[in-house]
């Protein structure tokens, strides 16, 4: 037994739009961290943020992926989407839609119909996950996790609760096929209870608090829109909430591969963005 240490702690600082649809905080990306992060690529937390009724539909309008895996998560409000692979639904509260780009997909991502008439307010993740270079091209695919097939594995009485959408936690799968092995855990814990969560030695850990507060190792505290990112070795951390607390814990065994990336591609060797560009344009996605 040996604990992960913290390598960083990332504060939110500037929020952007993506479309008009969401206020987002980039909380990682490649561009900066590069494979510290693999084989996560980029975090953008939305909201909590409130939205005046409307007529008009807002989010972002058609636009291309290659190279990789695009997690949606939806806390509050109601995202639809749909992909010129035939694929369209919405999803909600609790809700988790797991789409693998691939060689390509073109899709939108908007607020939901019933969303945008009677207004609300909007909380939502979207994590995108690296393939592996031999899995870029492969055919995209599309996982519309509901918040009812995701395992829920109770903590100490009722003091807190596990969802398990990828990976496994003491035993309990969660359902999100992954190309990697990939631990993503979404948990509340009540103000007060510990827990030490055994995770494995030499994969990137990184913990978001979406609300609440954490002592992390006895010694540092995080809260609401921060992260830690652990080193690899090791393979426990110990957290204590100090308020009542919500957050995801996103795990997974490195890529060790170059990234290179542009925009919405992001493959291995710059002649591959290129490549994607030309494609795109022409009409091949
Ligand atoms: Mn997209």
Do not use: C
């Given at each position: 037994?040996?604990?992960?240490?913290i390598a960083?702690?990332?504060?939110?600082?500037?929020?952007?739009w993506?479309?008009?649809?969401f206020?987002?905080?980039?909380?990682?990306s490649?561009?900066?961290?590069?494979?510290?992060?693999?084989?996560?690529l980029?975090?953008?937390?939305?909201?909590?943020a409130?939205?005046?009724?409307?007529?008009?539909?807002?989010?972002?309008?058609?636009?291309?992926?290659?190279g990789?895996?695009?997690?949606?998560?939806?806390?509050?409000?109601?995202?639809?989407?749909?992909?010129n692979?035939?694929?369209?639904?919405?999803?909600?509260?609790?809700?988790?839609?797991?789409?693998?780009?691939?060689?390509?997909?073109?899709?939108?991502?908007?607020?939901?119909?019933?969303?945008?008439?009677?207004?609300?307010?909007?909380?939502?993740?979207?994590?995108?996950?690296n393939l592996?270079?031999?899995?870029k091209?492969?055919?995209?695919?599309?996982?519309?996790?509901?918040?009812?097939?995701?395992?829920?594995?109770?903590?100490?009485?009722?003091?807190?609760?596990?969802r398990?959408i990828?990976?496994?936690?003491?035993?309990?799968?969660g359902?999100?096929?992954t190309?990697?092995?990939i631990?993503?855990?979404?948990l509340?814990?009540?103000?007060?209870?510990?827990?030490?969560?055994?995770?494995?030695?030499s994969?990137t850990?990184?913990?978001?608090?979406?609300?609440?507060s954490?002592?992390?190792n006895?010694?540092?505290?995080?809260?609401?829109?921060?992260?830690?990112?652990f080193?690899?070795?090791g393979?426990?951390?110990?957290?204590?909430?100090?308020?009542?607390t919500?957050?995801?814990?996103?795990?997974?065994?490195?890529?060790?591969?170059?990234?290179?990336?542009?925009?919405?591609?992001?493959m291995?060797?710059?002649g591959?963005?290129?490549?994607?560009?030309?494609?795109?344009?022409?009409?091949?996605?």
């Amino acid at each position: 037994m040996k604990i992960k240490q913290i390598a960083e702690i990332i504060r939110a600082t500037s929020l952007h739009w993506v479309g008009d649809g969401f206020p987002v905080n980039t909380l990682f990306s490649y561009q900066t961290q590069g494979n510290d992060i693999s084989p996560f690529l980029l975090l953008d937390y939305a909201g909590p943020a409130l939205f005046e009724p409307s007529d008009r539909p807002r989010g972002v309008g058609q636009h291309p992926h290659r190279g990789f895996e695009t997690v949606t998560i939806v806390y509050q409000g109601e995202v639809e989407h749909k992909d010129n692979a035939g694929n369209a639904g919405k999803i909600g509260p609790g809700d988790v839609q797991w789409m693998t780009a691939a060689r390509g997909i073109l899709h939108e991502e908007m607020h939901g119909r019933d969303f945008t008439k009677n207004g609300g307010t909007l909380e939502m993740i979207q994590l995108w996950v690296n393939l592996p270079a031999k899995d870029k091209m492969t055919a995209p695919h599309y996982q519309a996790i509901l918040s009812k097939d995701i395992p829920v594995v109770k903590l100490y009485d009722d003091g807190g609760i596990i969802r398990i959408i990828a990976g496994e936690y003491a035993g309990t799968k969660g359902p999100a096929l992954t190309f990697t092995p990939i631990n993503l855990w979404d948990l509340r814990i009540d103000a007060g209870r510990k827990i030490d969560l055994h995770l494995p030695d030499s994969f990137t850990t990184i913990l978001l608090i979406l609300q609440g507060s954490l002592r992390i190792n006895g010694t540092e505290m995080i809260k609401g829109k921060e992260l830690a990112r652990f080193e690899r070795e090791g393979d426990f951390i110990s957290l204590e909430a100090t308020g009542n607390t919500h957050f995801l814990v996103l795990n997974g065994q490195p890529i060790d591969e170059p990234i290179v990336g542009q925009g919405p591609f992001v493959m291995n060797m710059p002649g591959e963005i290129e490549q994607a560009m030309a494609d795109y344009r022409a009409g091949r996605f």
